[in-house]
Every structure is written in structure tokens, then in C-alpha cells.
């Protein structure tokens, strides 16, 4: 990568969690946000979802599993008119 040896750049690793002490705090707060997840169903920092407290779980939790089982075009909704004309495209 040119950035490595431009003059006004400083490459340096990233250091996040890299203390004992840091990777302990990381192993607990997965620990925890697993264990409200299987106690509530509440989600916290998920990659892919929004976060959910306990109460949204306890009401969207029948739509997210029956999201979670239908295919990604299914899930599209088109709001560029095209369904009005009759097409079924995907997305």
C-alpha cells in the first residue's frame, strides 16, 4: 500500500483489547449480551440486526423468526412502482 511509506502517514496497528485486562472486560460483555439473549432475547451490538431490549423481543420475536426463515427476495418491498406494472422482480 503507498500509505506505508508516504511521508506525512503513521501506520500503526489496531490495539483494541490488547491487554489481559481488555480482553477479559470483551470476554464478559459477550458473556453477558449471550446470556440476555438466551434469557429475554434482547440484543446488543449484533452485526446484522438492531439492537432489542427484552420488551421489543417479547413482541417482534414471532416476525424476526419468520423473517429469518424466508428468502431475501421475499423481503424486499418495492416501492419504485414496479409492482403496480405487474413485475416480480426480486429486488
Known amino acids: 500500500n503507498p500509505l506505508f511509506n508516504h ?6 496497528p489496531h490495539l483494541g483489547a490488547s ?3 481488555a480482553q477479559e472486560n470483551v470476554a464478559l460483555q459477550v458473556a453477558e449480551q449471550m446470556s440476555d439473549y438466551l434469557l429475554t432475547g434482547a440484543v446488543q ?3 446484522n440486526m438492531p439492537n432489542v431490549t427484552a ?4 413482541v417482534m ?3 424476526i423468526k419468520l423473517a429469518s ?3 431475501p427476495w421475499q423481503l424486499h418491498r418495492p416501492d419504485d412502482g414496479r409492482a403496480d406494472q405487474g413485475d416480480q422482480h426480486p429486488l
Open 7 to 12: 511521508p506525512n502517514v503513521v501506520c500503526t
Open 19 to 21: 491487554t489481559t485486562e
Open 45 to 47: 451490538n449484533a452485526l
Open 55 to 58: 420488551e421489543e423481543a417479547a
Open 61 to 63: 420475536g414471532p416476525w
Open 69 to 71: 426463515r424466508q428468502p
